[in-house]
């Protein structure tokens, strides 16, 4: 994974280089639910996956399977129906999860517009996790890496200001067909 930068210095004139060792090799993926509901504090729900057999010619992302359980985990750990809305990554549109969210009467899914990201808050996650958790940072090897970004995704958990931010952002907002018990 290339490691972004946030600042670098140069002299003036001179265009700043930052080299990199390697080349991605896609070993993990993180999958993550921002959700939200009024009068309440606003949820991150992620998943890492680590991908072993990546370089066999395994998988190197999420599967329907790997979805459809972390939107079951979501429902019971929220003990709420879900609202979901998607875009059109192509895992999302596939037909046995398409039929495993029509099958459950607690999941409704939106699906976004084609290259949408600005309405997608989870985008604005992975905008602050890259600024705050990855800028100039040198990762030794994929473990330090993937422990840098769970610490920064749970200390995210608990910053739900944060999480409405990356709402505000979509200039998206909450709204509801029936009125809410206080």
Request: hydrophobic share 35%.
């Amino acid at each position: 994974m290339t490691p972004p930068t946030s600042r670098t210095w140069a002299k003036r004139g001179h265009t700043p280089v930052v080299r990199v060792r390697g080349r991605s090799q896609r070993r993990f993926s993180i999958v993550a639910l921002a959700c939200y509901k009024p009068g309440e504090r606003s949820r991150l729900i992620f998943r890492p996956k680590r991908h072993v057999d990546h370089r066999q010619g395994g998988r190197r992302s999420f599967s329907w399977t790997d979805y459809r359980d972390l939107l079951t985990a979501a429902h019971h750990q929220l003990n709420a129906p879900l609202v979901l809305i998607w875009d059109n990554l192509n895992v999302h549109l596939d037909h046995r999860l398409r039929d495993f969210m029509t099958a459950r009467d607690w999941l409704v899914c939106f699906q976004l517009p084609s290259y949408a990201p600005d309405l997608n808050p989870v985008e604005g996650i992975w905008s602050v996790l890259r600024r705050t958790g990855q800028a100039n940072t040198a990762f030794t090897d994929p473990d330090h890496l993937i422990r840098v970004l769970r610490r920064r995704l749970r200390e995210m958990q608990y910053r739900s200001d944060v999480i409405d931010g990356c709402l505000a952002a979509t200039g998206l907002t909450l709204t509801t067909s029936r009125p809410q018990t206080q």
